[in-house]
């Protein structure tokens, strides 16, 4: 169903409101594009080229070039959020996927009250990142949560001190990460499980293959595209995490678990060095275009391949 | 493929071993429903103990006092960042926020998600992809243009200019979901209504929005969790009293308070957690059967 843009509108012979009609789609849809082309082209190359500045508390829109963003790579607070962001990235992304996966697996196998134990897995999705950090600093803290726990029943030697333990701050926000979306992931990984082709799995099992062979020979493959899926969602949300971190340990302690958007709110709301945050904010960008870019070419380049098969 | 060597799960012999897998199966869900479970629990028991409850046993333990007086407290008397009337003003902010971003988001995407599948012409599905890049969009690179497109409004630190920022935002979601569940309505039941003599909003309100309280539904979720859980934009781009929940929340507990009130603030959390935890309750599996029927495809 294609209708012209064209001939509606430059047929001058008809009445306007018969042209009014002929263009009601184009009408409706403009404001929202204005509003894209506004929020991801202008927004964008405005930061652009703030970053390309020397703007500090004000901008100032005079080019100065890249020198923004070598001070950024010199900045070793800079390179510990994005080292961090690797750490947590690639932690958060496994462990998620791997935990997600066991439980759409375990749920799969005919249990009793499926959907109880879905909810359960599931409920903090809909949680915020603020709550969950910060009920999460209280369990891990260790004058109040679990080591103080452990201390009270009996075992005084205990230790569990990752919260604000340099070394190991930025695992805490790995579990904390993990528990929030872990549930979504075994939703999806659930939603193809079920979808793989019954009869397929049945043949298996009649030629004797035992179940991790079924697993891993036909299901897991069958469910491909979900694994894909699962790992972009994950991706961008960790390359963007920000709440969390703030709620769990405000990027401490010390500098521990600084991660590049708090970075990025520090330099341009508290500390006016506007032209680096923008440039920082340059690299998250940089970031996800890493990971966005090789994923629309494939599900770009899966969909036409789907389309020649007709 | 197959090995014929290889075990036979649903041979006589395996009735053992079955009952042995269910009861590992089971002791694994337990064990993880643990995991999930432990910090709701804990927030809930402690938001009825008292302060001398909590210095003698801890944070982690059973109630050994109860009292609902933390919950009215955090609600309407507790200080938050100067002012002293609870988290009650700082909850109707973000349902001042929440309500209208969800509806008037919601509402145009619906409407552009009509136009992209029914009525496209030429260069619509590049406009379409255009529109879905927001989606990407990191908070970070749109916050300085924010700031001033605000401050030009005359929107600074105001629950409006919250919610024009997650109207706009929130469209390329909205769009996206509602093209990709209306692609599915046959083209020919838009055609023979066209030839009766039906127009653009006609067909829109007798065929298409009849047909849509399950990507609507999906539409709502999403939004409404998402913009009330929001955080970066709320401490951003508001201050003081007109600060939705979750900026409220961090500054409460960040309040530099000499002994921390967990009663009270478990109270609060729980305040911020129950609007989208109850919407998920309700609408969870509708959300669910959407996301995976149309949006992740």
């Known amino acids: ?310 | 493929m197959a090995d014929p060597t290889a075990y036979d799960p649903l041979g006589a012999a395996g009735t053992w071993r079955r009952h042995r897998a269910k009861l590992v199966v089971y002791a694994l869900l337990g064990l993880f429903a643990l995991y999930y479970v432990v910090p709701l629990a804990v927030v809930i028991l402690n938001s009825f103990r008292s302060l001398p409850d909590f210095s003698r046993n801890g944070l982690i333990s059973l109630p050994h006092s109860f009292s609902l007086e933390y919950w009215s407290l955090a609600w309407s008397k507790f200080c938050v960042g100067g002012t002293c009337k609870g988290i009650e003003p700082f909850f109707f902010n973000s349902v001042a926020m929440v309500v209208p971003a969800t509806i008037i988001s919601t509402a145009i995407g619906s409407l552009n998600g009509y136009v992209l599948s029914k009525w496209r012409f030429t260069g619509s599905e590049i406009l379409f992809g255009l529109m879905t890049l927001g989606v990407f969009m990191p908070g970070q690179m749109v916050l300085l243009p924010w700031a001033r497109v605000l401050g030009l409004l005359g929107l600074t630190n105001t629950i409006a200019g919250l919610v024009l920022i997650h109207c706009v935002q929130g469209l390329s979601f909205t769009t996206l979901f509602c093209r990709n569940y209306y692609v599915n309505i046959p083209d020919d039941l838009v055609k023979a209504a066209r030839i009766d003599g039906a127009g653009f909003w006609r067909i829109f309100r007798k065929i298409v929005l009849p047909l849509s309280p399950p990507i609507l539904i999906v539409t709502v979720i999403w939004q409404f969790t998402n913009i009330w859980n929001e955080f970066l934009f709320a401490v951003i781009f508001s201050s003081g009293t007109n600060q939705p929940i979750t900026a409220a929340l961090i500054a409460l507990s960040a309040g530099g308070m000499a002994v921390h009130q967990y009663g009270v603030e478990s109270a609060a959390v729980l305040m911020a957690a129950l609007p989208p935890l109850l919407v998920y309750l309700f609408g969870g599996r509708y959300f669910l059967r959407g996301l995976t029927q149309g949006a992740l495809k």
């Open chain 1, 1 to 310: 169903m294609t209708f012209g843009f064209v001939s509606g509108a430059l047929n001058h012979s008809r009445p306007l409101r018969e042209r009014l009609t002929a263009i009601m789609p184009q009408l409706v849809l403009a404001p929202s594009l204005l509003a894209s082309f506004v929020y991801v082209f202008v927004f964008c190359g405005w930061t652009i080229w703030i970053s390309l500045s020397d703007s500090t508390i004000l901008p100032d829109y005079s080019l100065s070039g890249f020198h923004q963003y070598v001070e950024l790579w010199s900045n070793v607070r800079w390179r510990i959020a994005y080292t961090n962001l690797f750490l947590f990235g690639s932690l958060y992304v496994v462990g998620t996927t791997a935990i997600g996966l066991l439980l759409a697996i375990l749920i799969d196998q005919r249990i009793r009250a499926e959907a109880l134990w879905r909810t359960i897995y599931l409920y903090p999705l809909a949680v915020s990142f603020v709550v969950t950090g910060t009920v999460w600093r209280w369990l891990l803290s260790p004058s109040t949560g679990i080591e103080s726990l452990v201390h009270q029943l009996g075992w005084t030697s205990f230790k569990f001190d990752w919260l604000v333990n340099r070394e190991m701050a930025i695992y805490t926000v790995v579990i904390t990460g993990i528990w929030q979306a872990s549930g979504f992931v075994m939703a999806l990984f659930l939603a193809g499980l079920r979808s793989v082709d019954p009869d397929l799995i049945k043949a298996a099992q009649i030629d004797g293959a035992s179940m991790p062979r079924i697993y891993r020979r036909i299901i897991l493959p069958a469910i491909g595209p979900i694994f894909v899926a699962v790992l972009v969602v994950l991706l961008q949300s960790a390359i963007k995490i920000f709440d969390l971190v703030v709620a769990l340990t405000g990027g401490g302690p010390g500098i521990a678990t600084t991660v590049p958007s708090i970075y990025v709110y520090d330099l341009m709301f508290q500390r006016g060095q506007m032209a680096e945050g923008a440039a920082a904010a340059m690299m998250i960008l940089f970031a996800l275009s890493l990971v966005l870019v090789p994923y629309t070419i494939w599900s770009n380049w899966r969909l036409r391949r789907e389309a020649g098969r007709g």
